[in-house]
């Protein structure tokens, strides 16, 4: 059961004197000590920030988003809402006080990590100037907060959601869920979202989830072999997110935040563990999804950017992100639209056009046919392709732009499985 914890730290970046820890699971007696019962408060774990942190020089704030618990996927172990994780913490980076702090997930059991970087922009909002700091999530919401205080810029209002009926599993009554902006990508299933390219692929799309729980955003979980002919319950978005540590970019002339996700969703189900020190329940499945011979169960874009208006909480336009496997057999002869990737490409936004590539097989949990080589410039008022060139392999980090003598370059890391690890510059006119 026990886990190393991921306190936070500052040294002194002239001697490297540790300064100060900030405890990311409370020790006892410290605020949220109370939100882990059961004993777990001494035995629990993880709660590290997967991605980076952001700073705010004049208010003298380190922005820090943590992690799921320990297990990601059972919590009968640690009842309660289990702070700090999956929060967004804000610290006084001169002594690791807790300024505030935002729990995005409650009582974590499908490791929705709180995983991409805080964003700092300023935005208006009812003709109000608001320092905002925002945060992207797995849950493909993106929760906006004014950074020096901690309050929601809209009203995020907890909501009933679905409860598990695993032996010992004590999730959630509610969850944080924003009304502003809306979801950037798919949330839950239903039927009518399941592929329907063909009256076959609609047909094996229906039987295979007829094995499937399916159900909205939060459905927990369920226990393997308590429903009958059911595998377990299909989560979206999944473990992946939909967005992670490359969704992101802000567009400070605009006040246009701009969104990269995928839908990649899992199917879990929990099954009871003997083991001496293991947890009640321990995760069955995931890996590989519910597929129809390698193309994803619900319908696309798979992979997407949505422009998001900040200072009104408004969609502006939302565009496929490559072309995706439209190569397939099973689509062979139809005239498709770019269906998007299912990976992690990060954005960059200039002053008129948003690069981006195509992610790479070299990221974990990239399935095989949703990752390309093909890096494009997008206009980033309408989502149209306005450019686009190949590079020799997928995108593996975030690009960034510098002018040399006059000249501007665009760079950005690339490689793959089988690939090397490199850098490729590209001029721009």
């Known amino acids: 059961r026990g886990c190393v914890r991921e306190d936070f730290r500052g040294f002194d970046a002239r001697t490297g004197r540790l300064l100060w820890t900030f405890h990311v699971i409370?020790?006892?007696?410290?605020?949220?000590?109370?939100?882990?019962?059961?004993?777990?408060?001494?035995?629990?774990?993880?709660?590290?920030?997967?991605?980076?942190?952001?700073?705010?020089?004049?208010?003298?704030?380190?922005?820090?988003?943590?992690?799921?618990?320990?297990s990601a996927y059972y919590g009968g172990h640690r009842p309660g809402d289990n702070l700090f994780s999956n929060s967004l913490v804000a610290l006084d980076a001169a002594t690791g006080e807790r300024v505030w702090h935002f729990q995005m997930v409650h009582h974590d059991i499908w490791e929705y990590d709180t995983v991409g970087p805080p964003v700092l922009g300023r935005i208006h909002v009812d003709g109000r100037p608001i320092d905002a700091v925002?945060?992207?999530?797995?849950?493909?919401?993106?929760?906006?907060?004014?950074?020096?205080?901690?309050?929601?810029?809209?009203?995020?209002?907890?909501?009933?959601?679905?409860?598990?009926?695993?032996?010992?599993?004590?999730?959630?009554?509610?969850?944080?869920?924003?009304?502003?902006?809306?979801?950037?990508?798919?949330?839950?299933?239903?039927?009518e979202d399941l592929i329907d390219f063909t009256p076959e692929i609609r047909e094996r799309a229906l039987a295979l989830a007829d094995s499937l729980v399916m159900g909205p955003l939060f459905t927990p979980p369920m226990e393997r072999g308590t429903a009958e002919g059911k595998i377990g319950t299909y989560v979206i978005p999944g473990a992946w997110g939909a967005g992670n540590w490359n969704t992101g970019a802000f567009d400070p002339e605009?006040?246009?935040?701009?969104?990269?996700?995928h839908t990649l969703p899992n199917v879990w189900s929990l099954s009871e563990n003997s083991e001496p020190g293991e947890m009640e329940f321990g995760t069955q499945g995931g890996w590989p999804r519910a597929e129809i011979e390698g193309l994803?169960?619900?319908?696309?874009?798979?992979?997407?950017?949505?422009?998001?208006?900040?200072?009104?909480?408004?969609?502006?336009?939302?565009?496929?992100?490559?072309?995706?496997?439209?190569?397939?057999?099973?689509?062979?002869?139809?005239?498709?639209?770019?269906?998007?990737?299912?990976?992690?490409?990060?954005?960059?936004?200039?002053?008129?056009?948003?690069?981006?590539?195509?992610?790479?097989?070299?990221?974990?949990?990239?399935?095989?046919?949703?990752?390309?080589?093909?890096?494009?410039?997008?206009?980033?008022a309408t989502g149209e392709v306005v450019w686009e060139t190949?590079?020799?392999?997928?995108?593996?980090?975030?690009p960034m732009t510098y002018v040399h003598e006059g000249k501007q370059y665009i760079v950005v890391a690339v490689g793959g499985?089988?690939?090397?690890a490199e850098y490729v510059a590209l001029g721009l006119p």
């Open 26 to 70: 409370p020790e006892e007696g410290e605020f949220g000590a109370d939100t882990w019962g059961g004993g777990s408060l001494a035995e629990s774990g993880d709660l590290g920030s997967w991605c980076c942190l952001s700073a705010d020089d004049e208010l003298g704030y380190v922005y820090v988003p943590l992690s799921a618990p320990t």
């Open 296 to 380: 994803p169960l619900v319908k696309p874009p798979w992979g997407r950017i949505t422009a998001i208006d900040m200072n009104r909480g408004e969609h502006l336009w939302m565009a496929a992100n490559g072309d995706g496997p439209n190569d397939h057999p099973l689509l062979e002869g139809l005239d498709l639209p770019p269906l998007g990737n299912a990976n992690r490409p990060a954005p960059l936004v200039t002053g008129s056009l948003l690069f981006i590539g195509e992610g790479s097989n070299a990221v974990i949990g990239t399935p095989d046919t949703h990752w390309g080589t093909t890096f494009r410039a997008y206009d980033k």
């Open 390 to 398: 190949e590079l020799p392999s997928g995108t593996t980090g975030g």
């Open 134 to 191: 925002m945060q992207a999530s797995k849950t493909a919401f993106l929760y906006t907060f004014d950074r020096r205080t901690g309050e929601p810029v809209w009203p995020i209002e907890e909501v009933e959601v679905p409860q598990s009926t695993v032996p010992g599993e004590a999730t959630s009554p509610t969850q944080p869920i924003p009304s502003r902006p809306p979801a950037f990508d798919r949330q839950g299933v239903t039927p």
């Open 254 to 261: 605009t006040g246009v935040y701009y969104a990269v996700s």
């Open 417 to 420: 499985s089988e690939q090397p």
